[in-house]
């Protein structure tokens, strides 16, 4: 008889927390309804993607979705994948939603580095987008205009939003630590009539002047015909033009018309979003209204389990899209925490220092952070009181098994850690966190409700416990309308519907786990192909965590005598230099955990390693470089100057 130990989950939510759940609650009023047993969140998913038109219909009614017409059918063309039609004949306003409460609870809480801070109500929040929105209207904004905002994570930032969608333009926008170049090659393919800007902004202990890149925004955009400008930071620059003016003198503020919700189409142009630009010119993706709001509401009510005494926060700027599924927390008004700066300054420790003070509920933020917390040794659950911690939230690349043991070990025994991976493409998730479900090391916990996500291999077969590509097989309703500027859908279909027709590939190399849960190995794009072995990078960056020496690591492939060989970028400490003691430990923690295909033929140490602004490491431009090839727009990336370490490298010459 075998003693072995089966693996336990890191955490299982008990009865009484599963039962207080919103996903509980709405599980029991769907089988209450539709008369069929469900026991478990696995015959609720199954029954989400067997019938989605019940179960969309039944989550408009639980999240009392407002809109002025009811839709006649949910869902047109079912098997029409892309060109189903959702909702239609309904008829919404995004922004009416996110500000249903019209209390004195405090809807927001905006946090600088320096410590600034302010709060605002839900009151005084409809009040300003009711001002704004007039202002908007008084130079001529109307429906499908574009605004765009070059903006840090502040309360102005989502002002102004709600106005532009009040009104039914459409929001755009990037932070303030994009280069000029980045900045044009989104905004100058949109042409927004209106600009929203900041005299500068906060980051790891600097002051740093926006006025300089705002001027040159508004000179070579023409369709500008107005700056908005928040002075964050003192300014000496002379604004008096007709173009500028200052955020408070630019609101209406004296006999302000009311509130005006435009009743638009469900999918109706909400934003607009960028892909990352690193290998050529980024893809403008428009999202809807009605899809952003029913999948945000979803994703917030059930699966991070929000409710209106929750006091949620995100660390995350306004060019990335967890800043716009984090606004649409409002809608479940709860109170949304906003911070601009390092996650850093002045300590590791910082975020939680703001988590401990507001009393943070639910806390998010990115696995590298995560990462770089273990490293630091910072270890919250001996320093903050976190009673008010129940979920953390981890996105922007795979989180690593020991991340997830150091979550449990150093941050808090009793949380939901909930990983989710979803993306700009559909500014949602695929598979994301559930209040109800155990979590299991280095796994995402399941697939979202509605969203009939899978994974194939190479000849289109489902597979489990298996890597393969990440597919959604049937239609959502938060699927980008279209690109902007894009004709006859080419790039559209390009992107996402060319591996499989009729079948949404994501373009991520994941795994369905014997749990029902998901595992990413990495972009499909960046998975490493030795000797016709597939191998997603993340199965390698998983190892090099666990040294404690390396503080980064990027791993492409160097295509090499009629093959690929598998190269390793390392970042290590200070006062560290790579030895071969070094390297033998990394290949031997690499080969004992993986295979002999996993391990690189060659280790170098660089000085860094280059990132897009959201903090996602970029394998195909520092291939492309390997390569000696061109690397444009490198305005998306953090720290462009890092290419150059990946250049002309004597040790992958031989």
């Not at 009040?127 to 205009?145: I, S």
Request: aromatic share 10%; glycine share 6%; hydrophobic share 40%.
């Amino acid at each position: 008889m075998s003693t072995e130990k089966l693996p336990l989950p890191l955490w299982q939510p008990t009865q009484e927390q599963i039962q207080n759940s919103n996903m509980y609650q709405f599980m029991s009023s769907v089988a209450q309804k539709h008369r069929r047993p469900l026991n478990d969140y696995s015959e609720l998913y199954q029954w989400s993607i067997t019938d989605p038109e019940a179960f969309w219909s039944d989550i408009w009614s639980y999240t009392e979705i407002r809109a002025s017409k009811k839709w006649d059918v949910v869902l047109t063309d079912p098997e029409a994948f892309p060109g189903a039609t959702w909702f239609s004949a309904a008829r919404l306003n995004f922004a009416e939603n996110l500000l249903r409460n019209r209390t004195n609870k405090t809807a927001l809480i905006s946090r600088l580095e320096n410590g600034q801070r302010t709060v605002m109500t839900y009151a005084e929040l409809h009040n300003q987008v009711a001002q704004c929105a007039a202002a908007m209207r008084a130079m001529g904004v109307t429906v499908g205009d574009r605004v765009a905002g070059f903006m840090p994570n502040v309360s102005q930032t989502i002002i102004a939003m709600l106005a532009t969608a009040s009104i039914g333009a459409i929001w755009s926008s990037c932070s303030p630590d994009f280069g000029i170049n980045g900045v044009m090659d989104r905004f100058g393919q949109i042409k927004p009539k209106l600009l929203f800007g900041c005299t500068g902004y906060y980051y790891n202990g600097k002051t740093i002047d926006s006025m300089p890149q705002l001027q040159e925004i508004c000179d070579k955009i023409k369709s500008i015909q107005k700056l908005v400008l928040v002075p964050i930071i003192e300014f000496k620059s002379d604004i008096a033009n007709h173009k500028t003016i200052l955020f408070n003198d630019f609101l209406i503020t004296k006999e302000t018309p009311e509130l005006a919700f435009e009743q638009l189409p469900f999918d109706h142009p909400l934003y607009i979003m960028y892909s990352s630009g690193t290998t050529g010119m980024p893809k403008c993706i428009v999202h809807g209204a009605g899809g952003t709001l029913i999948q945000h509401l979803k994703e917030h009510r059930l699966h991070v389990n929000l409710k209106p005494s929750d006091v949620i926060f995100f660390y995350t700027t306004c060019g990335w899209m967890m800043w716009n599924w984090l606004v649409s927390a409002l809608a479940s008004e709860a109170t949304v925490v906003l911070f601009d700066g390092s996650p850093f300054y002045p300590q590791p420790q910082s975020l939680f220092d703001m988590a401990e003070q507001e009393k943070i509920s639910v806390f998010g933020t990115s696995a590298k952070y995560i990462a770089a917390l273990e490293k630091a040794g910072v270890k919250p659950s001996k320093s903050h009181d976190l009673t008010s911690l129940n979920t953390l939230l981890s996105t922007g690349s795979p989180l690593s098994h020991e991340s997830f043991r150091y979550v449990y070990k150093d941050i808090k025994t009793d949380i939901c850690l909930a990983s989710i991976s979803g993306g700009t493409d559909i500014l949602s998730c695929f598979v994301l966190g559930n209040p109800t479900i155990p979590v299991w090391e280095g796994e995402i916990q399941c697939r979202g409700l509605g969203m009939a996500v899978d994974v194939w291999d190479d000849q289109g077969l489902s597979i489990i416990a298996e890597k393969g590509e990440l597919v959604c097989t049937k239609p959502f309703p938060n699927a980008p309308i279209c690109f902007w500027n894009d004709d006859a859908n080419k790039k559209y279909l390009d992107a996402y519907f060319e591996t499989y027709q009729g079948v949404w590939a994501q373009g991520d190399y994941g795994e369905i786990t014997e749990h029902g849960g998901m595992i990413i190995h990495g972009r499909s794009d960046a998975v490493l192909n030795p000797g016709g072995v597939r191998i997603g990078t993340a199965e390698i960056y998983r190892q090099v965590e666990k040294i404690d020496k390396i503080l980064d690591s990027i791993c492409i492939g160097q295509t090499w005598q009629d093959d690929v060989r598998v190269i390793l970028f390392v970042v290590l400490k200070s006062g560290t230099s790579l030895t071969q003691d070094l390297e033998q430990q990394i290949r031997a923690t690499i080969r004992e955990e993986t295979t002999p295909r996993h391990v690189p033929a060659k280790i170098i140490a660089v000085a860094d390693i280059p990132r897009t602004i959201s903090g996602k490491i970029v394998e195909l431009a520092v291939r492309k470089v390997v390569h000696n090839e061109i690397v444009t727009n490198t305005d998306a990336l953090a720290n462009p100057e890092a290419l150059d370490y990946f250049k002309n490298l004597f040790e992958l010459k031989t």
